[in-house]
C-alpha cells in the first residue's frame, strides 16, 4: 500500500471532464470585449507592456500565436472565482437594490477605445458613488495581502487589480474606488495581524477590502491608459513593446532572461540595478512566453 495518489483517478476526473466539456460548449473560453470594436480589455491592466502588446494583436487577429490550451484545472480556478463573484453580487442587490452589476466600462483611447465590467457600483446617500472591483484569492495570497502568519507586511492589492479597478472606476466617475477580496480559504483565526490575531469571528479570516478615494486611483487610470495609447503607436509603427512591469520595477528597466523573469536597469551602458519578479515566476504565467523569447 502506498500513500501516493492512484493515478489516473477515476472518480474526481469524472467531474473535472464532465463539467469541463459544458464549460467549453458554453463558449467561456473566447469571451467577447464588452465594447464593440474595443482594443484594450481592462483586466489586462498592469501587466507588462509587451504582453499587452500581444494581448491586443491577438484578439484583433493581426497577428497569429500558438497559445497554451486552457488546462480543465485551470478553468476550474476560474469557476470558483466566478461562483464567489456570483454569490457576492446576489447578497450585495439583496442588500442594496440599487446597486448596480457587471456594468459595462470604457474609455476613448486615441481613435479606439477600451472596454470592462465593473463587478459593482453603488450610490450611496452618505458616502457618494462607489465603485467595487472584486477578486478573489487563494488562501496563500490572501495571507500575504493581509499580512497573515508569517508575512509580516500586508501587500494590498496587486497593481493589477488596483488599475483594472481605477480604469473601472474613471469611467463611472465614481468617488470611491474599493477593492474587495475574498478568500477561497478561510485563514485560522490565530494567523490573524495584529489585534485581530485569535478573533474566530473576524471577517478578515476571509474577506478584506481596501478604499481609495478618487485622487489616489485617478492617477493609476490615466497612467494606464497613457500606457495603453503608447503601446497602440508602437502596434501601428510595427515595433515592439518594452518588458516593462510598472510599478513591480523602476522605470526604464527591462526584463531581460524571461527564464528567470530578471530585469536590468541600465544607464550609460552599465547595469546599475538588478531584480527579479515573484522569485523567478512572472513570466511562466505568460501565455505569450514563445512568442516574446522568438522576438528578443
Ligand atoms: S514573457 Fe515576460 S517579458 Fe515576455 S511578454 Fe510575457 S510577461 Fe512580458
Not at 470558483?80 to 474609455?107: F, K, N, R
Request: aromatic residues 10%; glycine residues 8%.
Amino acid at each position: 500500500m502506498s500513500d501516493d495518489p492512484r493515478m489516473p483517478g477515476l472518480f474526481g476526473p469524472l467531474l473535472l471532464d464532465f463539467w469541463n466539456q459544458k464549460y467549453i460548449e458554453s463558449g467561456r473560453d473566447n469571451r467577447e470585449m464588452s465594447v464593440p470594436d474595443a482594443v484594450f480589455r481592462h483586466s489586462w491592466a498592469g501587466s507588462c507592456a509587451r504582453r499587452i502588446q500581444y494581448e491586443m494583436q491577438n484578439y484583433s487577429g493581426e497577428r497569429e500565436f500558438d497559445l497554451p490550451v486552457r488546462a480543465p484545472a485551470d478553468r476550474w480556478r476560474l469557476e470558483m472565482g466566478t461562483l464567489v463573484h456570483d454569490y457576492w453580487q446576489a447578497a450585495l442587490t439583496a442588500c442594496l437594490p440599487e446597486a448596480t452589476i457587471e456594468h459595462v466600462t470604457s474609455h476613448p483611447i486615441d481613435d479606439a477605445h477600451t472596454a470592462g465590467h465593473g463587478d459593482a457600483l453603488i450610490n450611496h446617500p452618505q458616502l457618494g458613488r462607489v465603485a467595487v472591483e472584486l477578486k478573489t484569492r487563494n488562501g496563500f495570497g490572501y495571507k500575504q495581502d493581509i499580512g497573515a502568519n508569517k508575512y509580516e507586511d500586508a501587500e494590498g492589492p496587486s497593481v493589477a487589480a488596483k488599475r483594472q479597478g481605477a480604469l473601472n472606476a474613471l469611467a463611472e466617475d465614481a468617488d470611491w474606488l474599493v477593492i474587495l477580496h475574498i478568500s477561497l480559504e478561510a485563514v485560522g483565526p490565530n494567523q490573524l495581524p495584529g489585534q485581530h490575531k485569535g478573533d474566530n469571528y473576524s471577517p478578515l479570516r476571509m474577506t478584506a477590502e481596501w478604499w481609495y478615494s478618487k485622487e489616489e486611483y485617478t492617477p493609476w487610470a490615466t497612467h494606464e491608459l497613457q500606457r495603453v495609447s503608447f503601446i497602440k503607436k508602437i502596434i501601428d509603427n510595427k515595433e515592439l513593446a518594452p518588458r516593462h512591469v510598472p510599478e513591480l520595477m523602476p522605470s526604464g528597466a527591462r526584463i531581460v532572461d524571461v527564464n528567470k523573469s530578471q530585469w536590468y536597469l541600465e544607464e550609460n551602458n552599465e547595469v546599475v540595478s538588478i531584480g527579479q519578479l515573484w522569485n523567478g515566476r512572472f513570466c511562466s504565467y505568460c501565455p505569450y512566453v514563445n512568442a516574446c523569447m522568438e522576438d528578443g
